[in-house]
């Protein structure tokens, strides 16, 4: 009566693989993840973001490496939210490819309850990105990060690397900050404008990874982000296209 | 079979509904005579009349409504202000009826039978109502911005006072019993189920009439739960739900305050919490809210109650939602309605629930699990920093980085219609990759030839000379040199309006440590606009 011999479902293994990484009953912590998409994944452990973990993101490009590694969650349905961080653009985050019906922005202002507005979203919300700017005392920020461990979300701490008022260049993140994960961005020159025509286009710019456990070691990649095409292109393009040039580099610490 | 000979179970509740189309027009305080519009999510929301004589429509686009009426004044949608204002206008309806019912500010509806009794039948009682309410609001510079109308049940109530409204009668009396031949000839999008009117559209079925003859079972069966709904309403069974009834009494939760809330968000933070107790008490037995009674008590023993419905269930922040509403309009209302002390006690009472059939998520995505424990914690931040300190992006299109999308203040989850369509061509926009970092009000910089002295820009958009370096924090500020740049990218915006009109010219400039920054610059002032980070 029902003709499904001709029927063929039109899923990838891929995508049942994921499904049966979902619904299997053991979770090891190191699979409890949120994703990254695009060629930024190399740099940290895993190519994920690993619940409950933190990561820094400080120096020149950090912001924009910072929205390129959550979007891939926030495009997956996770919610982000982004607490200080006032000067980050709206259009920059959506043109990251976040969601735009799930990205809240929160100016927790000069109240001295940073850490309260933090602890409030953390396993509600699960990208947390949190200005490197606010004044949080040690004490709550280890408070912070065994929630964060509880609950499973991801604090994903970041230093715009340029102060808007001053125009300066920022320095690291206060050392208050520990973190799973320390990436440290180099972005050399902004190619495009010439004197007086062309317009910004392309930047190279390289991340290094330091931190704790599997992020041990100290790793460089190298990318076109964004590329002139306003893609990302790992490597150098000239050598290699699809591959990521990886040294390894020793860590100190 | 025609329609009426089907017996209804029970004779819907007659029922009054006042309605203001234009009340959050109104309530954002503009005269009748300006032309203005709510836009919210790029879309109008309600229109002023000298508006809607320009051409614009509710359901436009920000952009098309702006072609129309280049003076039309933009009011962002604010629910709260809505509300607080309508307090005043729930007032007056005190002196007729002791019990009415809100839905969403602008929208009065209350049972008619006792009132209409009092005041010598329906026909007087509805151009009393009408009357008393055209003086409130033409003390705020309206008229006839008010129909009234009385049907059987809410949802033929409702139309018999658009009706009118669009009559410019004020009064539309639909008599007892007639209610189903009032609505038979009405095209069937009245029904407000926007995707099924669509298929009975394409069915055939274009009047309200002609969907309320097909048979219940056949509606159900065909259309399931959504159908039967639009299917009561077109039967005017609307109003007799089955399984409708007060609720057993312990379903009311109270909360002291202690000391007594004088301020709203204090209030409302309590309410909050309340009303997820009272979903939870609910919900464990399987029931939602449909109607909720929201009563204060007041250190001087001051009693104050309101009812508030909505179609279908409340979720607990939509019930926190109309507390805040409520509490608002009784705290910050006007001197005579405000009590005189704080608030002691809170109180919600289920008045009417149904059986909760559990919300269905979207096919597409729409609301989720997620979603709401998010909506929870950012609701909880309000609480904690203040509620305009939380905001989500709202896409609108324009030229600099700062207007192409913006923030707006974070309602709710559940209310969230973010549009994707301000990608169209803006002349004197910057090529893409967009900064990361904007600045809101531009820090003043200077743009330095070689010769040290500003750079400026000609009307004919050229350079005076080539930039040399940028001065920060005047002459012995920092000094950034230039190694390249790019423009000037000439905007010349709102030049039909002298107030709004700004003229500027955009610069990149990337610096010899290899950051880029977007400046501008305004009558001969120079400001950074964004980093490139």
Known sequence: ?253 | MSPTSVPALISPMRTLVVRIPDWSVIAAGVKATDPAAVIGANRVQATSPAARSEGVEVGQRRREAQRRCPSLLIIDPDPNRDAQAFASIAGVLDHFTPRIELSIPGTIAFPARGPSRYFGGDEMLASAIADAIDVELTSMGWSLAVGVGIADGPFAADIAATTAMHALGRVCVVPVGTSVEFLAPLPIAVLNFPELTEVLVRLGLRTVGSFAELTSDDVVARFGREGSDAHRLARVEDGVVPNVGPPPKHFDVTVELEPPAERVDVAAFAARKLADTLHDLLSAEGLACSRVVIAVETEHDELLERVWRAEGAMSAAAVAERVRWQLDGWLNGSAAQRPTSGIVRLTLIPEEVIAATGRQQGFWGGETEADERAGRALARVQGIVGATAVTVPEVRGGRSPADRVVRVVFTGTECRAVRHDAHAPWPGSIPNPVPALVVDDGVALMVMDAYGSVVTVSGRSLLSAEPDHVMVGGERGSRFAVAAWAGPWPSDERWWDRQTHRRRARLQLVFSDGRAVLVAIEQGRWSLEAVYD
Do not use: Y
């Open chain 1, 1 to 253: 009566m029902f003709d499904t011999v001709g029927v063929v479902l039109s899923v990838s293994t891929s995508q049942l693989r994921e499904l049966a990484d979902r619904v299997k009953p053991v979770v090891l912590a190191r699979e409890n993840v949120l994703s990254i998409s695009g060629p930024l994944a190399a740099v940290v452990p895993d190519g994920s973001l690993r619940r409950g973990s933190t990561l820094t993101i400080a120096g020149s490009g950090a912001t924009s490496v910072a929205l390129e590694l959550v979007s891939g969650a926030s495009r997956a349905g996770s919610w982000t939210a982004l607490v200080g961080l006032h000067d980050v653009a709206p259009v920059a985050v959506l043109e990251a490819g976040l969601n735009p019906e799930r990205v809240a922005f929160i100016n927790p202002g000069q109240s001295a309850r940073h850490a309260d507005v933090i602890a409030a979203l953390v396993g509600a919300v699960d990208l947390i990105m949190v200005d490197a700017r606010l004044s949080l005392r040690q004490q709550e920020i280890r408070r912070l990060g065994a929630r964060l461990r509880e609950c499973g979300s991801v604090m994903v701490v970041v230093m715009p690397g340029t102060d808007p008022l001053t125009l300066r260049c920022t320095g690291e993140i206060g050392s208050a900050w520990t973190a799973d994960v320390a990436l440290m961005v180099e972005a050399a020159s902004w190619q495009g404008p010439d004197r007086g025509h062309g317009h910004v286009q392309s930047r190279r710019i390289s991340i290094e990874t330091l931190g704790r456990g599997r992020a041990a070691g100290g790793r460089r990649h190298v990318f076109e982000f964004p590329s002139g095409e306003g893609t990302i292109v790992s490597g150098d393009p000239a050598i290699d296209a699809s591959d990521a040039v990886a040294t390894v580099l020793p860590f100190v610490r």
